[in-house]
């Protein structure tokens, strides 16, 4: 089994930063994964934000957050960070961390953004813009 544990999140003013961190756990050997982040807002279907291929370090990006967050990987601790920064009211939702087999996405740009090949989420944390 396999276990994400998000935080960082928070409230915070538009134009402002914001770091979250994603822990695996469990029985996973990271190098076999890609770890991304996807966001809920109400009302609103997931939406894929970023996601880092842990083995090739290579990083996937929304259209949204390019230039503004920064997604990266700690080897040692097993962390998935997303930095986010110049924040928008439209970034406000719930963030959620996910795990998938490198395999099902064959490095393959637009399989990133595909919730449905990631196996493993974590629970959520909530991001608040103010305007």
């Known amino acids: 089994q396999v276990q994400l544990v998000e935080s960082g999140g928070g409230l915070v003013q538009a134009g402002g930063s914001l770091r979250l961190s994603c822990v695996a756990s469990?029985?996973?050997?990271?190098?076999?994964?890609?770890l991304g982040w996807f966001r809920q807002a109400p009302g609103k279907e997931r939406e894929f934000v970023a996601t880092?291929?842990?083995?090739?370090?290579?990083?996937y990006y929304a259209d949204s957050v390019k230039g503004r967050f920064t997604i990266s990987r700690d080897n040692a601790k097993n962390t998935a960070v997303l930095q986010m920064n110049s924040l928008e009211p439209e970034d406000t939702a719930a963030y959620y961390c996910?795990?998938?087999?490198?395999?099902?996405?064959?490095?393959?740009?637009?399989?990133?953004?595909?919730?449905?090949?990631?196996?493993?989420w974590g629970q959520g944390t909530q991001v608040t813009v103010s305007s």
């Open positions: 996910a795990a998938g087999f490198r395999y099902r996405f064959g490095g393959v740009r637009n399989y990133y953004g595909d919730p449905s090949r990631y196996s493993y």
């Open positions: 469990g029985r996973i050997s990271t190098s076999n994964y890609a």
């Open positions: 880092v291929d842990w083995s090739s370090g290579s990083t």
